[in-house]
Each structure stands twice: as structure tokens, then as C-alpha cells.
């Protein structure tokens, strides 16, 4: 299985990296593989059509906007 | 006046007089009861409306604000954006790709500045600690000058025709957005209510767990102020006396990157030894509002033109706003 491509946006608040601290513990506990990638620069954030942050997209699709979500949230969105 | 934190003034007076005998009228005594009545206050005020309006914002997302706003030219929009700003969140560090997805669906800049004006400045944080600390009333018209303002600065700025001083890069990516289709990329997730109430629990304790420090140690310095702090020194500097203490508490305001839950109890024991409350709210309104670390971040979409006339811009509106406030209150 090819591994996902996870995006986290978020230009580095408290609430940013609470969302990567979670996509990492949800990937941890699934055992799966995964490739993080952290984007920071607003304009990166802004191209991905994304308006409030922290955000996180799974294989190029934006999933979750705007607010941070649990690990034990993340996991189903990984799995399928 | 009915005060529905009574049973807190109440307990904070017990434990005052009776668990440690001290006089209200004494330093020690009123700097305790101050900060035994403001903290259980404040901080059971941040949590219940912290939930209340975090259930409401499941409800407002970006995307929808953007089309409710899109296209919109008139100063209806404005008055819109500005409205939709009290009661949605806005961290800065969202503010830019905000200010592009709005521009990228067609929100007129004039109104996009409104809503960016309105939505720091009225944040669920600051109502709550001024109704807390000042009361219904001047909460009430802290929002309605705010939103005034917000909608004027943003009017204004519409009608400048500013838009050749946002940076370049920005109208390219509205052209680029237009040819692709709308919302392509993106899987909605629709919540149940249970979720809702997920979400706005965790980002009121979110946001209690990031504020409740700062609002002790305000608290704790507020106490300070009340029970030693002599009045002639502040109403000398800060008090009606003098001219220039709302521009200057604005100007002071507006770079600082303060936590306001922090600030305002402090404020709170300056307003009891004098200070006029207009300064303080200028003061507020300014810390909100605008701070250097979102200016540098905007710089990033606007040129420095536009960047100095919205911060001119807000600055006056601002201060106008401490004069009036000081002469009705």
C-alpha cells in the first residue's frame, strides 16, 4: 500500500501544532505508513483554498478546516 | 443592580472578614476581596459563553461567510461583514489566507477589511471580561463602536479604491481560482449536533486553558492596584485631566500582542482609582484589533500603502471612539 500524504496547515499557533501533535499520535497508533508534510506560509495555505487554520488535507483533499480534531477523530479519516 | 455573581462577592467577603478578619477598607483586605470575587467571576463567565458562542461558530464556517459576502458592494456589505465578525473566531494567524480566499470569491476589499477589523476586535474574550468587570452597558456600546468602526474604516477603504496596493500575486490567484471549479478539492464533513457540542466543549476548554493564567495574573495585579495604589497618581496620568491619555493608551494598544484576558482585569483597578473608562476601551479596542505580529503577516498581501492606511485608518477611528465614549459615560 502507497503511503498517504498528509498535510498539516497552520502558520505555527498553539492550535496549529495541537493538530500535528494529533495526526501523529493517530498515525502512531494505526501503525500505518504516512508522510507529513507541515505547511506554514499562509500563501501555500491560501493556494489550497483553505480560510481558516488549522486545517489538514489527506491524499490533496482538505478534510477538516478551521478547527483542531482529536487523534481518535483522525484515525477513521486515515483509514478510509 | 441585580449582580448575578453574588453568591461570589458574598463568599469572597466571608472568607475576607471572617476566615481572615480583615477589613474590606483595609489594603490587604480590598485586594483580597477583589481577587476573590473577579476570578470564580471571570472565569465561569469565559467558560459558559465561551461554549455558547463555540456552538453558534459550528455553524458559521468560512466558506459560508464568504458567499453570504461575495459580491456584495454596497455598505450593506460592509454593515454584513461587519455583523458576521462579532461572532465568528479569528486567530492571525488565519488572517491571511483568509483575506485571499475572501478576495479569491469575489468579497469587495472594502468589505473584507471590515470583517477583519470586526472579528478581532469583538472576540468572545474581550465581551465577556468587560461585561464581567464593566457591565452589560459599556459591553454593549464596546461592540457597537467597534462594529461602527469596522464598518466605517471598511466603507472608506472601499470607496479609496485601494485595490492597486494589495499585492499583485493575490488578484493572479483569484484568476487561477475562477477557472477551477468551486470547492473541487474538498470533502465537507456535515457534524450532528452531538459533534457540535464536541467541538465548542473543546474549544471553550481550549480556549479557557490558554486564557485562565493570564486572567489571575491580571486579576492578581488588578488586586494590587486596588488595594495600594494611590488614586492621585493615576487619574494624574490617565485620569480626565489629561488630553492625551486616549491617544496614547491607543497608541501604546495598537502594536501590543497582549493576551486581553490579561490586560483588562488590570484596567478594571485603574478605571476604580480613576481612569476614565473611554481610555481603557480605546486601550482594548486598539490591543485587539491590530497588533505587530498581524501587521507583519498582512504585509504579505498588502503593500505598505494600503498596510499604513488601514492601521491610520483604524488608529483614528479609535481614538475618536475614547473621546466620545468619555464624554457620554
Keep these: 500500500m502507497s503511503s498517504i500524504k498528509i498535510e498539516v496547515l497552520g502558520s505555527g499557533c498553539k492550535k496549529c501544532q495541537q493538530l500535528n501533535e494529533n495526526v501523529q499520535r493517530a498515525i502512531a497508533s494505526l501503525g500505518i505508513e504516512a508522510e507529513v508534510r507541515h505547511i506554514t506560509d499562509p500563501i501555500e495555505i491560501a493556494k489550497r483554498g483553505v480560510m481558516s487554520t488549522p486545517a489538514l488535507a489527506i491524499n490533496g483533499k482538505v478534510v477538516i478546516k478551521g478547527r483542531v480534531i482529536l487523534p481518535e477523530q483522525i484515525q477513521p479519516l486515515l483509514s478510509s | 443592580m441585580f449582580d448575578p455573581f453574588y ?5 469572597a467577603i466571608q472568607i475576607v472578614t471572617q476566615l481572615f478578619g480583615l477589613s474590606l477598607k483595609s489594603h490587604l483586605g480590598a485586594s483580597l476581596h477583589f ?3 473577579d476570578v470564580p467571576k471571570i472565569l465561569t463567565l469565559l467558560l459558559t459563553i465561551s461554549f455558547l458562542v463555540g456552538t453558534v461558530q459550528t455553524f458559521l464556517q468560512p466558506e459560508k461567510i464568504r458567499n453570504w459576502l461575495g459580491g456584495k458592494r454596497t ?3 460592509n454593515i454584513l461583514a461587519a455583523l458576521v465578525g462579532i461572532i465568528t473566531p479569528f486567530c492571525s494567524c ?3 489566507p483568509l483575506f485571499i480566499g475572501f478576495l479569491e470569491a469575489g468579497v469587495p476589499l472594502g468589505v473584507t477589511f471590515s470583517y477583519l477589523i470586526s472579528a478581532p476586535m469583538v472576540n468572545e474574550v474581550a465581551v465577556v471580561l468587560l461585561w464581567g468587570l464593566f457591565g452589560l452597558k459599556v459591553t454593549l456600546l464596546y461592540i457597537g463602536f467597534g462594529v461602527g468602526l469596522a464598518i466605517a474604516s471598511g466603507f472608506i ?5 485601494l485595490e492597486q496596493w494589495v499585492e499583485p500575486f493575490v488578484w493572479e490567484l483569484q484568476k487561477v481560482r475562477q477557472n477551477e471549479s468551486p470547492d473541487g478539492n ?5 457534524m450532528t449536533w452531538t459533534q457540535r457540542f464536541q467541538q465548542s466543549q473543546y474549544s471553550a476548554s481550549e480556549i479557557f486553558k490558554s ?3 493570564y486572567v489571575v495574573g491580571g486579576i492578581a495585579i488588578g488586586a494590587g492596584i486596588h488595594g495600594y495604589a494611590p488614586a492621585e497618581l493615576i487619574t494624574h496620568w490617565a485620569g ?3 488630553p492625551l491619555a486616549v491617544p496614547i493608551a491607543t497608541i501604546i494598544g495598537v502594536p501590543l500582542y497582549a493576551n486581553i484576558a490579561g490586560v483588562l482585569p488590570i484596567t478594571e483597578a485603574l478605571v476604580n482609582k480613576g481612569m476614565p473608562l473611554g481610555t481603557v476601551l480605546s486601550f482594548t479596542m486598539a490591543v485587539t484589533a491590530l497588533s505587530l505580529p498581524e501587521m507583519v503577516i498582512l504585509r504579505k498581501v498588502l503593500r505598505p500603502q494600503l498596510l499604513m492606511v488601514f492601521i491610520s485608518l483604524v488608529t483614528l477611528g479609535i481614538i475618536s471612539v475614547g473621546y466620545l465614549f468619555n464624554a457620554i459615560l
Design chain 2, 35 to 37: 481577587f476573590l470575587y
Design chain 2, 7 to 11: 453568591p461570589f462577592d458574598w463568599l
Design chain 2, 186 to 190: 474538498e470533502i465537507e464533513i456535515p
Design chain 2, 75 to 77: 455598505i450593506f456589505g
Design chain 2, 211 to 213: 486564557v485562565w493564567p
Design chain 2, 157 to 161: 477603504i472601499g470607496q479609496l479604491r
Design chain 2, 240 to 242: 480626565r485631566g489629561n
Design chain 2, 94 to 96: 488565519s488572517a491571511v
